[in-house]
């Protein structure tokens, strides 16, 4: 596990200059009104959306797979506000990492903590399933100021980046867990821990089975859920973090808890949970991570869908 980070020296190398400019301004960004943050952060999707051509093509590829019975006029639609969402989350990223706590909760509502206390009473570890939202960052703040617990993440190949974003998840969560360390995972859920988990991404062909996923029949899908669940007895436990309408701030909706998952076979727990998370994305849908390929992996010797 990973603990609050030290910083070094060499995070001042010039190198780094340009990063940290960046990150001054995102936080200078952060100390303006949130009504003026939520326009800005609008604004800067719009703008992403003209230069972002790659992601415009994959971004509108995937809302094709997953709602394929949607009018092309529906879908973009969604392709228009999810890039906003795209701003909105770069400046939600400042305000998970920068806002003091007192800030947080005046814009910020959480429902179901109930759910964990109950898993925490029953001694269970939580496998707190926490979906690719662009509000991800946002979204773990508020959890951790109520019950903190262990984020799993990617190293950043940046040291900058690495350190900035160890720093900015650990300001309300215990440690972070490296997404390769299963180990770690479940000897903390065995310990009671709560730990975040995404299983909504396309991982790669290895550990993962082909079940139905939104439109797409054979979607590649992690078996994670169900080798922690198994492997560890923890409840699982959906969270949805979401913007409101029009500015009026944030909610955290914590689902209710799954005491006895599904987990006779990898498949049937993959189909179980991808169904969870297609309910928990359409509270949603604009504000899902859609910019990313969520279906290259395909069986062998099938066409690629990009």
Known sequence: MTNLPQFSRALLHPRYWGIWFGIGLLYLITL??????????????????????????????????AFPHKTAEEREVYLDKNFESVGLGLMETGIAWFWPTWRIQRWCDVSGVDQIHAVQEAKRGVLLIGIHFLTLELGARMFGMNTPG?????????????WLQTWGRMRSNKS??????????????????????????????????????????EAATTMGTYTLARMSGAAIVPMVPRRKPDGKGYELIILPAEFSPPLETPEGTAIWMNKI???CIMMAPEQYMWLHRRFKTRPEGVPARY
């Open 32 to 65: 303006l009104p949130y009504p003026v943050i939520y326009r800005l952060g609008r604004g800067l999707g719009k703008l992403a959306r003209r230069f972002m051509k790659r992601r415009v093509r994959i971004t509108r590829r995937n809302l094709e797979l």
């Open 150 to 162: 262990i984020g799993v993440y990617r190293p950043n190949d940046n040291p900058l980046l690495d």
């Open 176 to 217: 972070m867990i490296d997404r390769k360390d299963l180990k770690g995972m479940i000897r903390a859920l065995k310990q009671g821990e709560i730990i975040w988990y995404a299983p909504d991404h396309d991982y790669g062909p290895r550990g993962s089975v082909f079940v139905p996923f939104f439109g797409v029949d």
């Open 277 to 279: 998370i297609e309910q």
